[in-house]
């Protein structure tokens, strides 16, 4: 009983926090409109694209925190659009939505990281029902994601083994410098405030870490001087920004 309460409390801070944002990829106007009326009710921002390749570019120029995807969709199907997602952000829950339920589709969009699967027709309470237990399995702080190994830009990042490559050679960093990237890579191409991002990382805001962060942010910055597409930019009087081009994760 007590677990089921948090569990109820994690989603309404969620909702309350930020107004999660929904990318529904669905070929079927008619439903893609009903289900971008129902969940806006229940208070859901909602991204609606009638194909996979219009989907794929909404995904690439804006933030969402779920996917509904239609798996047979013109132009790229549900599964293809999954994969693309997933070479971007290997942690955005995904839930199919398709008109089959033959056992093949359903490994097949496991096997690509889907959370669920909704088979048309369905009561759109069910959907709601099933985002609701998706979202709950979303870590209350996203800096909390830890991708074990990604690329930024031309360079290889290993958080586990506290590492970046590049052309083959190896930079060992320390714990505090993995996480401080890994930070920054996760708010990539937006910008940081610096008081959050001090009390995230550290749990508090003050002068001497923000000293510190500063002597980090330094080191940092020499790691990824062989990338000249990556920077990390003051922004002044608020933070930074970690431009990373979209086409290099």
Not at 196 to 223: A, C, H, P, Q
């Amino acid at each position: 009983m007590v677990k089921e309460k948090a569990q109820h409390l994690h989603y309404y801070y969620l909702m309350l926090k930020d107004k999660l944002n929904i990318l529904l990829a669905e070929d079927d106007l008619n439903l893609g409109v009903l289900l971008v009326d129902y969940l806006e009710t229940e208070g859901f921002g909602v991204k609606l694209c009638k194909d996979g390749e219009l989907a794929l570019k909404a995904f690439q120029g804006s933030s969402f925190d779920l996917c509904l995807l239609d798996v047979m969709m013109p132009k790229m199907d549900g599964f293809s659009l999954a994969a693309k997602i997933r070479i971007k952000d290997k942690n955005i829950p995904i839930i199919f939505i398709t008109a089959r339920s033959l056992k093949e589709d359903k490994l097949k969009g496991y096997g690509l990281g889907a959370d669920d699967y909704i088979t048309k027709p369905f009561d759109e309470e069910e959907l709601l029902w099933k985002i609701k237990a998706v979202i709950r399995r979303i870590p209350e702080n996203k800096n909390d994601i830890k991708h074990d190994i990604i690329s930024i830009g031309k360079y290889v990042f290993d958080f586990n083994n506290q590492s970046l490559s590049i052309g083959g050679k190896i930079k060992r960093i320390t714990e505090k410098e993995a996480e401080i990237l890994n930070y920054l890579f996760n708010h990539r191409n937006k910008v940081i405030k610096r008081e959050e991002m001090l009390k995230n990382l550290w749990g508090e805001n003050d002068y001497f870490l923000g000293r510190s962060l500063d002597v980090f942010i330094t080191k940092i910055r020499k790691y990824l001087k062989e990338d000249s597409d990556l920077s990390i930019e003051n922004v002044f009087g608020v933070g930074f920004i970690f431009n990373v081009p979209d086409s290099s994760f």
